[in-house]
Structure formats: C-alpha cells, structure tokens
C-alpha cells in the first residue's frame, strides 16, 4: 500500500453526472514494485517532479488526500492524469494545505483553554504547571515562536499565558498537548476533487513544479609540477531543501540560463519530446547529455534516494590529457565605479584624469579549449573551477579557483585564478588632447610589464577604448587583436630579468 495516499470515493454529483449510491474506495494496492519519481532540476532553485499515483477510482467523483508533495509545491502548476492517455480524469478542485502540526499551531488550536506545562529544574525534578493559553504567538506564514531564541524579538507577537491568575510572556515549560484533531496534518498534503470517467485502478502521473532544489557544477583541474597537461575531474552537487524524500529517483539536470518567475509558477518549462533529441559522443562522462532546446539536459547514469536537507554529490566527468595554456593578462586600467558610476561618453572625453589610474596587478589566466580533440567535447555546465598544481614533493597545492559560465563545445574556457607575483606591470598615459571645434580627441599611452621569473612570460596587454564609440589607433609599437568595440589586446613576450615597453595612441571623433 502506497504510505503516501489516503482516497475516500463518494458518488458523483456534478454537473452532467447522474447521482447513486455512496460508496467506499479500498485502501490503494500497488502493482509490484513501487514507482520511482523522476525530477528534473534546474540551477535557479526549482525543479520539475513526476512521479506516479496508483488509484483505485470510482465513476463520477473522487475525493482524494495525496501527502507525498513538498513543502515548496508551486500548486497551480500540478497536473494529473492517466500517464498512457485512456481515460479522462479531471481535478475539479484542489487545495494545498502546509499548516503541518508544529508548536506554534497546536497553542493556537487551544487558545482560551487550559493545559499542562512541563517543566524540568537542573536536578531532573519534573513539574507539572497549569496554564491557559490566551494568546498563542502563532501567525501562518510568519517565523514561528522559538522558546530558544527570545521569540519573535517582539513581546506583542509572544505567548500569552495566564499561570495562578497571573499573566505572563513566554512558555512556563514544555506544552503537553490533547491528541490531535481530525483534520491534523503531519505533512504538506494535496486534497483533491476527481472527476473520473469510469472506475477500476490508475496508474496516474503527477507533474508539477516545486522550489527547494537545485544543482551546481565543481571543477578540480590538477597540473603536473612540469607541463600543462591538465587531469579534470566534475562534479554534480545537489541540494535538496524542498521538505520530501525521494526514494530511488531518476534524475536530470538543467544547464542553461531557464526564464522562471520567482515564486510563482509561469516558468519556461521543458519539451515533453526528451526522448527525440540527440545525444552527444561522452566517452568521458558518467551523464547521458542532451540539447533541448536552447539548454543542455543531463540525466544520470543510476537512480538515488535524495534525502530531505541533504546535499549529494555525483561524479560527472573525468579527462585526463587536456592541453592547456597559461597566459598572463596585464589590464592597467583601474576604474573606481563608484566615482564613474553611470557616466556618459559626453562626461568621459571632457574628462581628463579619466582612466589615468592603474593597477600594477597582472592576472594568471588559465585556458583550455572544450573540444574532442582535446580529450572533453562536451557541454560544461556552469561552476566553480579549482586549480591545483603538484609542488616538487608531488603534493597537490592549491594555486586558485573561478568560476566559469555554461560553455559550449569547442568553445574555449578561460580562467582567471589570481594574480603573478613576479610579474608586474604599469600604464602611464603620455597625451591627451582634445579639439571640441572638430570633434575629435587623442590620447596616447605607454605600458611597460617587467618579468622577474626566470623563464620568458607570454603577456597580453589590455586596453579599453572609452573615449567615444568611434575610435582607431594612429600609432602602435606592436601589433594588437580587436577583441570587442571597445577593448584591444597586445599580445607580447617579456624576456627573462627584463621589460617589454607597449605604446599607443587613440583618435576619437564625434
């Protein structure tokens, strides 16, 4: 018997449905083994859960009282119906009760009545002490009264208690409650009015959209002492906070910046078509990958039982091999956006001390590229990287770690993890002109990055044009790249002990 489902059937009267004798539905009997929910969860804190419901129904209307929801349920996102399509079944109403029985609720179901409190002293003694409950605290949807921490900080929201005709704030002790009433809940439960066709056993499925659970990607790159060869190792770590267990679930994952109104339902879910997509080659991988849509869909390889506040981590990817590079990045400028914050391309050209402060902090930037080739391929969902090298002992040092966007394949990762220590660098602006009569502007600088490793560093040297959005280079020492609009990089190698001097100069009109 399914523990999670209580049905009491009585006869149809609705519109269109002839009235007859009341009946009783049995207990549900499950077919076999019980059936394994499925979830799909997305990194924006939500997911969408199916499962299935074995019901005995009868013709007309059923009352059903489902327990087995979470305490996050989106309840106008719930579906049910016959999962193979062979018969119509009908919720005609629906209500979604979370007041589960907890302190605060019980004194607020007994107010003006007395009860006793037990109270303990520090040499064990227990006594018993009479109180009546004039006001409870207890307000739904509000943080509850907790006797361990001073209440809600409010004494008009606090208990009221009536103890030997004397009124006082707080619990004289631990409540002993009567037994409960009827209509007690212990969980989250969904009441339903069905409307089925006709009777006999169902294998109903029940979709519907729930916060509380979400996902995230973990990336532990190692580099050897010697070399850039990188062993990468993924990992999927799932929190689950929506109050139910899963028992033996399927799970997928979705990587991809998903359209969802918070908290309310509404989201942009995924197609049912899961099972027409492609796959992806993942000889590396211990997920199953899929493009849907826009986004990229992960299952996993086993069913697990989530447990309710539990994180769990699953081992996602594992390559060994990869080819990278490092390159160090000089970006002098150094903006405060507090003071800029805002400004136009009208107040920045008029203004000289603009971008005249540096940083002499050159980044580490670690890439890779994403391809089959390169022994990955794969689509690799956002998270957070972390890089370790081994020392000359071979132990593993952790050297540092950023976080990476959902990066397609054959795109290339790149990831800054600090700054060089024996790299430094400095940006000096040496002329800044402008000619408001003919709408033009020139500003020239020099950087000099100086190496004190003792290997040659490839260094690129960064520079933002943001004088106006029309600009070109007059003059150049060395050749550049056009990375965006408004961004050039000098790619340049910085000797051993020595400097690498890099010099421009910027016309602007308008």
């Known amino acids: ?38 979830l799909t969860v997305y990194n924006e804190n939500f997911a969408v859960v199916r499962d299935t419901i074995l019901l005995n129904l009868v013709s007309g209307i059923n009352h059903i009282t489902y327990t087995g929801i979470t305490s996050k349920v989106e309840p106008d996102s719930v ?86 005709g004397k009124l006082q704030f707080g619990l004289p002790g631990t409540p002993l409650f009567p037994e409960l009433s009827s209509d007690s809940i212990l969980t989250p439960t969904l009441d339903w009015t069905i409307y089925a066709d006709k009777s006999g056993a169902l294998d109903a499925e029940l979709d519907y959209i729930t916060g509380g659970l979400t996902w995230n990607a973990a990336y532990n790159v190692v580099a050897p002492a010697k070399g850039s060869n990188l062993d990468i190792t993924a990992w999927v770590t799932i929190d689950n906070e929506s109050g139910t267990k899963f028992d033996n679930a399927r799970i997928k994952l979705m990587a ?19 099972d027409k997509v492609a796959d992806y080659p993942a000889q590396n991988t211990f997920a199953k990958q899929q493009a849907l849509d826009e986004y990229h869909l992960y299952t996993l390889p086993n069913a697990t039982t989530l447990q309710n506040h539990e994180t769990k981590q699953v081992l996602f990817l594992h390559a060994t091999g990869v080819q990278s590079k490092e390159l160090y990045v000089y970006d002098g400028l150094n903006l405060d956006p507090n003071q ?29 590229v994403n391809s089959a080739s ?27 770690e950023a976080n990476i966007d959902h990066t397609p394949q054959d795109e290339t990762v790149k990831v800054v993890t600090g700054d060089a220590f024996d790299i430094v660098g400095s940006r000096t602006r040496t002329n800044y002109s402008i000619d408001n009569d003919n709408n033009d502007l020139d500003e020239s600088f020099s950087i000099v990055v100086t190496n004190h490793k003792q290997t040659p560093v490839e260094v690129a040297v960064r520079e933002h044009l943001y004088r106006e959005a029309t600009w070109t280079i007059r003059t150049n020492s060395d050749s550049y790249n056009k990375i965006d609009s408004n961004t050039i990089e000098f790619p340049v190698t910085v000797p051993v002990g020595g400097s690498k001097t890099v010099t421009y100069t910027a016309h602007y009109a308008w």
């Open 1 to 38: 018997m399914d523990p999670k489902l209580t049905i009491a059937a009585t006869i149809a009267l609705a519109v269109n449905v002839v009235s007859a004798t009341p009946a009783f539905c049995a207990p549900i009997e499950a077919a076999g083994s019980e059936p394994s929910p499925s």
């Open 256 to 274: 991809g910046d998903v359209n969802k109104i918070q908290p309310q339902s509404g989201g942009r879910l995924a197609s049912d078509d899961m």
């Open 374 to 400: 390169n022994g990955l391929g794969v689509p690799l969902p956002a998270g957070r990287v972390r890089f370790y090298r081994r020392d000359n002992d071979g132990q593993l040092e952790f050297i540092g």
């Open 79 to 164: 579906i049910l119906l016959d999962s193979v399509g062979k018969r119509t079944l009908q919720i005609l109403e629906q209500n979604y009760r979370s007041d589960t029985v907890s302190e605060g609720l019980l004194l607020s179901l007994n107010e003006g009545k007395t009860i006793d409190f037990q109270k303990i002293d520090l040499n064990g003694v227990t006594t018993l002490i009479e109180g009546k409950i004039i006001r409870s605290g207890y307000r739904p949807g509000e943080q509850q009264y907790n006797p361990y921490n001073n209440g809600y900080g409010q004494q008009d929201n606090s208990p009221l208690i009536e103890v030997d």
């Open 340 to 368: 800029y914050n805002g400004w136009s391309y009208e107040n920045i050209k008029s203004e000289s001390a603009y971008g005249t402060n540096s940083t002499t902090k050159v980044a580490i930037e670690r890439d890779f």
